[in-house]
């Protein structure tokens, strides 16, 4: 009972797989960066500043849609454990566990997410409040180490919300769908938040915000880079440029260089020269319909049992389809 914490994840692999990335993706002929980077406490931060702009309006979508269908989503579920991918602030959960503990508190939660002192504090923050009885974090990237889940201890629901699983690109997604599929018994669920294909004014809107936030939290990777590396990035130096592609149905993130310069990552004996207009590209948001959200779950042997939408955002609550099963559409 109480707290604990699996740690997967300690400052010196984060290190090693940020340059590992730094090398592969600064070093390829169309420059990359993974988003996870942009996640230091400097840039959570900026992501709740994000979360409250006018233009964005994907968390208030989200948690609007769980306040209103948690009721019914939890008696589909019935959940004695919650675990919660990328989970950050329990902002989201809260509103399940509101549901929830009218019948008293959650036997269990388990967060999964890189960052061990935010785990930390929201664990401790869900127990004094009487909303868990226990809370068992694992330290890791959910990409990697969701085989470290610990044993279920009752039925279980798997949130992933945020729309976090549009950062992923399909091979990526499905990998982690496949792997999430392996944490569920035929009882258990998935809910699943996703953004949902839109005006691309909005879209446009939402990620180039008129505060200048998101451009601030998009630079805010090359300071992860010059303090992990020891990296001379100016980041002032790049635009914040947003594109939407509408064959692939995603947002790009780029960061362009407003002139030829030349940067240096003195820890891995690494130059690089960018010309002007030159880009890294720092994110792509992959959005969704009800139909590509079900053929990718389908893909991964779960099937969709809710679609519940404010026709922006999409709550989908998913189960493990058996092999011999016959995928059939929601209700």
Not at 200 to 225: K, M, Q, S
Request: net charge negative.
């Amino acid at each position: 009972m109480g707290y604990r914490a699996d740690v997967h994840v300690d400052d010196a692999a984060r290190r090693m797989a940020l340059a590992d990335d730094v090398r592969r993706g600064l070093g390829a002929r169309e420059k990359w960066l993974p988003p996870k980077y942009f996640y230091d406490a400097a840039g959570s931060a900026l992501f709740e500043r994000i979360t409250q702009l006018p233009e964005y309006y994907l968390t208030r979508a989200e948690h609007a849609l769980l306040d209103a269908y948690a009721p019914v989503i939890l008696d589909a579920s019935r959940p004695r454990e919650i675990v919660e991918l990328g989970a950050g602030s329990p902002a989201k959960v809260r509103r399940l566990l509101a549901v929830l503990n009218g019948a008293g508190p959650l036997g269990r939660y388990v967060p999964v997410d890189v960052d061990g002192s935010t785990l930390d504090v929201a664990g401790h923050t869900l127990l004094s409040e009487g909303a868990v009885s226990e809370v068992h974090a694992v330290v890791g990237d959910f990409e990697q180490h969701l085989d470290r889940v610990p044993p279920p201890t009752g039925r279980r629901l798997v949130a992933f919300l945020g729309s976090t699983l549009g950062n992923l690109d399909p091979p990526a997604r499905l990998a982690l769908l496949r792997a999430v599929r392996r944490l569920l018994a035929d009882d258990d669920r998935l809910l699943l938040g996703v953004d949902l294909v839109k005006s691309p004014c909005v879209l446009h809107a939402a990620y180039d915000d008129a505060a200048g936030v998101t451009a601030e939290f998009n630079r805010n990777v090359l300071r992860v880079i010059n303090r992990g590396l020891a990296a001379d990035f100016e980041p002032e130096a790049f635009g914040h440029y947003v594109r939407w592609d509408a064959e692939q149905a995603r947002i790009e993130m780029h960061l362009v260089a407003a002139a030829d310069h030349t940067v240096r990552v003195r820890d891995l004996d690494l130059t690089l020269r960018f010309e002007a207009g030159e880009t890294i590209w720092t994110e792509s948001s992959y959005k969704f319909t009800r139909a590509s959200a079900e053929a990718m779950l389908n893909a991964a042997r779960l099937r969709l049992l809710r679609w519940d939408t404010d026709g922006a955002f999409g709550l989908a609550l998913a189960a493990p389809a058996r092999a011999t099963a016959t995928l059939s559409r929601a209700a």
